[in-house]
C-alpha cells in the first residue's frame, strides 16, 4: 500500500498546475464591444500584453474598417453596421476605457491616438455614445 501511495505521489507531483487562464486577461487589454444595437450580445477579446493602441487591441479579436475616405473613424466592427455609412450623432462606434470592475469612461482621443495599459478595458458600442451595456 505505501508503494502505491509512494508512486501515485511521484505521479502526482509530475504534474504542472498551469497558471490563470490567459481568457481572465490580467497581463493584456480586455476588449469589450456590444453588438446590441444590431440584436447581437457583448463579445469580448483580450490582446495579450501591451498593444501600443486602441486600434491595434481590437485588431487582435475583431475585424474593422474605416469609413471610407475618414481614415481614424471607425465604421464597422466584425462586419457591422452593413453597409458602412458615414458616423452620425446618433449612428457611430463610440470608444470607451476603464478598469476591470470600474465604469466606463468616454474616450476623449481616437483609438489610434490612445494606448491602453495592461490591465485594462477597452470599450466599443454603435449608437449614440451610449457605454458597453456591460460592466468592465
Not at 457611430?92 to 476605457?97: L, N, R
Request: hydrophobic share 40%; charged share 15%; glycine share 14%.
Amino acid at each position: 500500500m505505501r508503494r502505491i501511495l509512494a508512486v501515485l505521489a511521484l505521479v502526482a507531483s509530475s504534474f504542472v498546475v498551469a497558471p490563470a487562464s490567459a481568457d481572465d486577461c490580467s497581463a493584456g487589454v480586455k476588449v469589450v464591444v456590444d453588438f446590441s444595437a444590431f440584436g447581437g450580445g457583448v463579445k469580448t477579446g483580450c490582446y495579450d500584453g501591451d498593444p501600443g493602441n486602441g486600434l491595434v487591441a481590437l485588431d487582435d479579436d475583431f475585424d474593422f474598417s474605416f469609413v471610407p475616405r475618414q481614415t481614424g473613424f471607425v465604421c464597422r466592427i466584425d462586419l457591422l453596421p452593413n453597409p458602412c455609412t458615414k458616423p452620425t450623432p446618433s449612428a457611430y462606434w463610440s470608444y470607451w476605457h476603464a478598469t476591470p470592475g470600474g465604469t466606463w469612461t468616454y474616450s476623449t482621443s481616437g483609438a489610434a491616438g490612445y494606448d491602453p495599459a495592461p490591465g485594462s478595458v477597452e470599450g466599443w458600442s454603435f449608437g449614440a455614445g451610449t457605454a458597453p451595456g456591460v460592466t468592465p
